[in-house]
């Protein structure tokens, strides 16, 4: 199978740029005096999404992706006039911020902008009622502000995505909707013309309202301590890495550091190796090591192939061998440290990629072609024989894989040093430990132990696989072994009743 470009250009709905027919008074200093009063004639209409004009040249806006949604349209020139509006409305400028709520920005270019027969905040009826001084002093001044706030509110849509003839009422109250002809997009009534779609919006968790549009995933930041991949243009990197100043993670000692798909390429290698025991399992790592050094896990199964966990590192050949086992059925991912570059596998295999519901905060990319599936029950059925279960603890949302006996443990169980070699143990000898920070070694206290405990006891397992390569763990009584650690790891927090010691399996 050939391989294809990993980063295609993204296009979706998110804002459309709008225009109109020619109309041709000058629009010059806009922003500045916002409320000075004019003496153009005024019109009879409310200011509407039916603003005339034609020119198409500003198509294929090219912005940064992965910022705030106000942050990314104040980047889009072509509608740096109207992005400057909506900051001025409090109501939109907060929906706009607000992580819960989608939103269609219908953005007047700024040629439409500068048509305009008269500014935004002008209003005819103030004028006949005011005279042409309707805008001056305190009284004016929220005058214009209203009219203003009625102009960018017909221009918000709370909803996204938004079918064709679906109708839907803009902020302002007024009723439309959108037709495709002759594979021309208007708005309707009025018809509008739709210069350019950018993109999808795509409201993900509480702080990942991010939007992406003509970007380059070549170009998109990457933490080189975790790996995780955001939707934020290199050049433009923040100071620190939301995932690594999470006390779960730590910045390295010579502090934060931050690389991109570009410098990673020919760099690194990925390496693909079978399990001893089962042919069927594939580990897949980086070398050099890249990110935390975790591994990727493929899954053979009779009902499609499952790859557990990720790496950061995806290489033509890392797609050769993957489609040379039969591709991709779907790819789930344990815990926020392995999220890395989940989107773009998710687009190179055209597969779902499996995350909890619960930390969806933690996402830090836009998900434009909607791979994502957030999991928010207990337990999940990814493929025939496949379950991801909620094991929580580490991470509110951690989940562990369960395929034919064997469990996929990622950092909800750390394989311990003493789990590989059995013989003669001596009482008190773990095989796992729980920890809410691996590096950092925060143990768990003993109810989100109990929780985990609680979350396996219905599954069979006699082997793990945890998140670092060799750490496979067989043995017939492991799941015993679990227990075991767990309440090891209880008595030795000091506690003597919890009712993980309760326990029995
Ligand atoms: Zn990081
Ligand atoms: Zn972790």
């Given at each position: 199978m050939k391989y294809k470009p990993l980063y295609p250009l993204l296009t979706a709905t998110v804002y459309l740029t709008l225009s109109a027919s020619a109309w041709s008074y000058p629009f010059e200093s806009?922003?500045?005096?916002?409320?000075r009063p004019s003496d153009q004639s005024p019109l009879?209409?409310?200011?509407?999404?039916?603003m005339p004009s034609s020119s198409a040249?500003?198509?294929?806006s090219t912005v940064s992706a992965g910022v705030m949604l106000s942050d990314v349209m104040g980047r889009v020139q072509n509608i740096a006039i109207f992005s400057g509006l909506t900051r001025d409305i409090d109501t939109v400028d907060a929906r706009l911020d607000d992580a819960t709520k989608n939103v269609t920005v219908l953005a007047p270019d700024n040629g439409v902008m500068k048509s305009l027969?008269?500014?935004?905040?002008?209003d005819p009826n103030d004028y006949n009622t005011?005279?042409?001084?309707?805008?001056?002093?305190g009284e004016g001044e929220d005058r214009a502000h209203r009219n203003l706030r009625r102009f960018v509110e017909a221009h918000i849509?709370?909803?996204?995505p938004w079918k064709e003839h679906s109708k839907i009422k803009t902020l302002a109250g007024k009723e439309i909707w959108y037709e495709v002809k002759d594979g021309k997009k208007t708005i309707q009534p009025g018809d509008v013309e739709v210069v350019s779609v950018a993109e999808k919006l795509l409201f993900l968790g509480t702080t990942s309202n991010t939007i992406t549009m003509n970007?380059?995933?070549?170009?998109l930041l990457i933490c080189i301590t975790c790996g995780t991949q955001f939707d934020i243009q290199y050049e433009e990197?923040?100071?620190?890495?939301r995932i690594c100043d999470d006390p779960r993670q730590y910045v390295p000692a010579g502090g934060q550091q931050w690389t991109r798909f570009a410098d990673l390429r020919g760099k690194y290698k990925n390496n693909f190796t079978q399990d001893k025991v089962d042919e069927r399992i594939w580990s897949i790592t980086t070398d050099p090591k890249c990110g935390i050094g975790e591994r990727a896990i493929l899954l053979q199964t009779p009902s499609g192939n499952v790859l557990w966990d990720l790496i950061t590192y995806l290489d033509e050949e890392t797609v050769e061998f993957i489609n040379s086992k039969g591709g991709l059925s779907a790819i789930v991912i344990s815990?926020?440290?392995?999220?890395?570059t989940h989107i773009e596998w998710a687009r190179t295999f055209s597969c779902p990629v499996y995350l909890s519901a619960e930390d969806s905060?933690?996402?830090?990319?836009?998900?434009p072609y909607n791979h994502r599936k957030l999991i928010s029950v207990p337990t999940e059925t990814i493929v025939e024989g496949v379950t991801a279960i909620k094991t929580g603890g580490?991470?509110?949302g951690s989940l562990v894989l369960h395929w034919d006996k064997k469990l996929f443990i990622a950092d909800s169980l750390y394989t311990v040093p003493s789990a590989y070699y059995h013989k003669d143990r001596q009482p008190g000898t773990t095989s796992y430990s729980f920890m809410w920070s691996i590096p950092n070694m925060i143990p768990l206290p003993p109810n989100k132990i109990h929780d985990i405990w609680k979350a396996l006891k219905p599954f069979k397992f006699e082997a793990t696989y945890g998140?670092?390569?060799?750490q496979d763990v067989h043995r017939e009584d492991l799941k015993e072994q679990v227990l075991e650690s767990m309440k090891i790891q209880v008595r030795g927090e000091g506690?003597?009743?919890?009712g993980i010691l309760e326990e029995s399996w």
């Open positions: 806009f922003l500045k005096p916002l409320y009879t209409n409310l200011p509407n999404l039916a040249d500003n198509a294929d027969k008269r500014k935004p905040w002008e005011f005279g042409k001084n309707a805008y001056d002093g849509v709370p909803q996204s970007f380059d995933a070549d170009n990197a923040p100071e620190t890495c815990h926020p440290h392995f999220y890395t905060q933690w996402l830090n990319r836009a998900d580490h991470f509110e998140g670092f390569p060799g506690h003597r009743e919890s």
